[in-house]
């Protein structure tokens, strides 16, 4: 069963390459979804995959990568769509 999550991760999350560490955990996973900086300083990104892939990486983001210093992970509510691959996408 494939699960979609949608989540903003605050805390010390840009200027530390905490986008291509998503990228590549996503790649390493199999999982479709984007990722991308925020201005309000954090860093949005859509997951979707098979059920214990997506949670996996929900673990990950609890981390991030040497450098990062993760507050927190907000989980959005909001119904969003996902196309094959996984992509960077531009700031917002």
């Given amino acids: 069963m494939t699960r979609t999550e ?3 991760i605050h805390g010390r999350v840009q200027g ?3 986008r291509v560490w998503v990228q590549h955990q996503a790649q390493l996973h199999g999982l479709d979804g984007w990722v991308r900086n925020r201005r309000d300083g954090a860093v949005e990104a859509v997951i979707s995959g098979p059920q214990d892939a ?6 990950a983001f ?5 450098g990062a210093t993760v507050e927190h992970v907000e989980h959005l509510t909001d ?7 996984f992509e960077v996408l531009a700031t917002r």
Wanted: zero cysteines; charged letters at 10%; hydrophobic letters at 50%.
């Fill in 79 to 85: 119904h969003v769509t996902v196309s094959d691959g």
């Fill in 6 to 8: 949608h989540v903003v």
């Fill in 16 to 18: 530390v390459g905490f």
């Fill in 62 to 66: 609890a981390q991030g990568p040497r």
């Fill in 54 to 59: 997506v949670a996996a990486m929900l673990k």
